[in-house]
């Protein structure tokens, strides 16, 4: 229904079925207005329409096609999220705004690819000129297998390609600076990725959920890999931490099941919450000088890791930080006794061992067992 003016339309009933024509005099379909309308089969919009806004057809699953009529000025990029039967959206060719290519809509100046409709299937090649891939353009495309880029993009989009369970391989041109966050996360048939030196940090959730990616390639040019980038990422079984990294942010590499080593960049100083929580295969792990904090559950329910060693640069070992760490046997310790929480070795048979010369240290440490080296 629309207000009595008939500007804008406020929202149309979650039941309503079949064929849907707005009435002449709406000016603008307002946010969620059609939202979730499952058995909305097509679409008419007058040319008195000027915005559609935001979530305003989300998950009309019944909806085929759209056609954006000329007067259209404003379209939010999620006006027709997750609109499973969506195979196009056409454009009038008189709209100031917009356009249409393949049923794919960009902006006028087809430099900004908005949205490919989520019921596209097979392989895309994104035309050459495009600039910029916005934010959600291919979201939840489940049947996209994959995705050419051409070298005039630079910028992917917050959540550009996430939820594209179909999603194989997609090459990632050297043009691109920055990747968004949650660009690919849930794409769980992506098997591989290269990142180009262009981009210098890998932002959050970006590979979130990518549960068959078992190989990344990251370039010297990243200093910063953000919070939960590679969350459940549970095929990969080995990752290569670039020397410019300094950040590695928190639950970076949370469930990363198969990984079974890691070698922290010098540079590091932190080592964030959850960082490599619940990677059951890491067996060892390399902390440099550089860093000074393992923070609240970094290493939790690391099962298979046996032995690890602090340096004398680490000051503050979180709580839970190695926690039900069950083959932890071996903790040796470089330096002065740092600020350890109480419960950071809970749950593990570690034996906490230090060098002659060092201070701070009793002959227990947070419930384990501490013991001079009769050596340095």
């Known amino acids: 229904m629309s207000a009595k003016s008939l500007s804008p339309l406020i929202n149309c009933p979650d039941g309503f079925s079949g064929a849907c024509t707005i009435p002449y005099g709406v000016t603008s ?57 969506l ?78 369970s179909a999603l194989t391989t997609v090459t990632i041109p050297s043009s691109v600076t920055a990747i968004g966050t949650c660009a690919f996360s849930d794409c769980s048939s992506l098997a591989s990725v290269a990142i180009p030196s262009s981009v210098t940090s890998i932002g959050d959730q970006v590979f979130w959920g990518c549960t068959n990616l078992a190989f990344v390639a990251i370039p010297s040019s990243i200093t910063s890999i953000g919070r939960y980038a590679f969350r459940d990422c549970q095929s990969l079984t080995s990752i290569t931490i670039p020397a410019n990294v300094k950040l590695i942010g928190a639950g970076a590499f949370f469930r990363c099941l198969a990984i079974t080593s890691v070698t922290i ?10 960082a490599f929580k619940f990677c059951l295969a890491l067996s060892t792990v390399t902390i440099p000088e550089s860093v000074s904090s393992i923070g609240d559950r970094a290493f939790e329910c690391c099962a298979a890791l046996v032995t690890v060693i602090i340096p004398a640069s680490v000051t503050y070992i979180g709580e839970r930080a190695f926690d039900c760490c069950s083959s932890l046997t071996s903790v040796l310790f ?23 010369g060092t201070s701070g240290w009793g002959t227990a440490m947070t419930g384990r067992p501490a013991v001079l080296l009769p050596f340095d």
């Open 265 to 274: 960049p010098a540079g590091v100083t932190f080592i964030g919450l959850n």
């Open 334 to 356: 470089t330096g002065d006794a740092p600020t350890i929480c109480s419960h950071a070795f809970d749950n593990t048979p570690a034996t906490i061992y230090y060098r002659p």
């Open 29 to 85: 379909i307002g946010n969620r207005a059609c939202a979730y309308c499952s058995a909305l089969t097509s679409l008419t919009i007058p040319d008195s329409v000027r915005s559609i806004g935001a979530y305003a057809f989300s998950g009309c699953s019944a909806l085929a096609s759209v056609t954006i009529p000329a007067s259209v000025t404003s379209i939010s990029n999620t006006a027709f999220y997750d609109c499973s039967a």
């Open 87 to 164: 195979a196009s959206i056409n454009v009038h060719p008189d709209n100031p705004n917009y356009a249409s290519v393949d049923g794919v809509l960009f902006d006028k100046g087809l430099t900004v690819l908005i949205q490919c409709p989520v019921g596209f299937s097979g392989a895309y090649i994104i035309p050459a000129g495009t600039v910029t891939i916005d934010n959600a353009a291919f979201a939840r495309c489940s049947a996209l297998t994959s995705v050419t880029i051409p070298d005039s993009v630079r910028s992917i989009g917050d959540y550009a390609f996430s939820g594209c």
